[in-house]
Each structure stands twice: as structure tokens, then as C-alpha cells.
T-cell receptor, first 112, second 108 residues
């Protein structure tokens, strides 16, 4: 059984740029949640996708958007990057919207 | 609003000593509480959830609704327990609300 994978591992961008982060869910999982983890903080919920539809969103501006594909993999897109967007972005998959979430290793985004 | 507080950023104990990692939550509905752990250079993983009432790796946690707490306990800490521990709150929605985490160090 393959676990949750994320790409890329690390990414450096400059302010104002756009970025796309990718997540492959664990086999058999149909739900993907995205979290932002700033340094010294716990993960903060961005949004969740269930069967290709957004199923809940945290307190993040619209420049954070996402997609889920028919194979249940997912993308997180961030437009107009700001310095405060520098963080570890975690993806988690599950078999349902409120079931145990299995986390990926994260993508470390640095905005200069 | 949902909120999770882990008052200790760092906790250091000696091997064989009891350990308790504190977690308090704020939520008006019926809470679902979790403890997640992240060992060095590994991904975040679920340690235990209150509804299962299990003991995992010797750790237990009891939900106390009166005190709105979900403290994680282990009677005899081991060096391999050294890790980052996060308390998380679910319930009523799809999201998990995490605390800021407690870094546990078990000294030999």
C-alpha cells in the first residue's frame, strides 16, 4: 500500500509569483485535506476535497485554491505569493470526510 | 470557535519517569479529540483518538468534558518517545484544529 506522497519536497519562490503543490492520496482514499504549518505552529486547515468537490474551507484568502482529480490526487495553488506564505504545506488523505487522516511528508515553501 | 491549547512548548523527562502532555480545547459541540505524533524526520501520524479508548505504545488519553481536557499520559517514558506531539480537535466539521505542539524529550 502506497502512502501519501507530495511534490516537490522544497520550493523557493519570490513575492507575487504563483505556485502549485501536488499530492497523491493513499490508495483507496477519496478525501484530501490541505494544511499550512508555519514554523513553531501546528498545522492549520486550508481546505478539504471530497470526490472532486471542495468540502470545507479554513480561514484562508481566495488566492489559495485547489483541485481534486478523478484519481483523487490533488493540487494546491497559491497566487500572488506573500512572505507569510512561507511554511510547510501538508496534505492528508482519508477514506471519508471525517475519518482518520494520513499525512504526507509535506512541501517546504519559501517565499523571498 | 474551535481552539486547542497545549500549554507546554517543551517537556523534558528522564527515561522511566511518568509523562503527561497537556491539551485543553474549546468547542461548544460534541468534540472528537486526537493525538498526533511526529518522530524525527518522519511524517505526522495518528497516535490515538478518544473514541477508540485504546492504549497505543503505552500512551493513554482520557477526554474530560468537564475540564475540556484531553491530556496524554504514559507511566514510564522511553527514549523512543522523544518526538513532537500535537493535540487535534475535530467534530461537527471536516477540519482538524491543531494545537501548537509539545516537544517531548526523554533523557537517558
Amino acid at each position: 500500500e502506497t502512502g501519501v506522497t507530495q511534490s516537490p519536497t522544497h520550493l523557493i519562490k519570490t513575492r507575487g509569483q504563483q505556485v502549485t503543490l501536488r499530492c497523491s492520496s493513499q490508495s483507496g482514499h477519496n478525501t484530501v485535506s490541505w494544511y499550512q504549518q508555519a514554523l513553531g505552529q501546528g498545522p492549520q486547515f486550508i481546505f478539504q476535497y471530497y470526490r472532486e468537490e471542495e468540502n470545507g474551507r479554513g480561514n484562508f484568502p481566495p488566492r489559495f485554491s485547489g483541485l481534486q482529480f478523478p484519481n483523487y490526487s490533488s493540487e494546491l495553488n497559491v497566487n500572488a505569493l506573500e512572505l507569510d506564505d512561507s511554511a510547510l504545506y501538508l496534505c492528508a488523505s482519508s477514506t471519508g470526510t471525517r475519518n482518520e487522516q494520513f499525512f504526507g511528508p509535506g512541501t517546504r515553501l519559501t517565499v523571498l | 470557535a474551535q481552539r486547542v491549547t497545549q500549554p507546554e512548548k517543551l517537556l523534558s523527562v528522564f527515561k522511566g519517569a511518568p509523562v503527561e502532555l497537556k491539551c485543553n480545547y474549546s468547542y461548544s459541540g460534541s468534540p472528537e479529540l486526537f493525538w498526533y505524533v511526529q518522530y524525527s524526520r518522519q511524517r505526522l501520524q495518528l497516535l490515538l483518538r478518544h473514541i477508540s479508548r485504546e492504549s497505543i505504545k503505552g500512551f493513554t488519553a482520557d477526554l474530560n468534558k468537564g475540564e475540556t481536557s484531553f491530556h496524554l499520559k504514559k507511566p514510564f517514558a522511553q527514549e523512543e518517545d522523544s518526538a513532537m506531539y500535537y493535540c487535534a480537535l475535530g467534530g461537527g466539521s471536516e477540519k482538524l484544529v491543531f494545537g501548537k505542539g509539545t516537544k517531548l524529550t526523554v533523557n537517558p
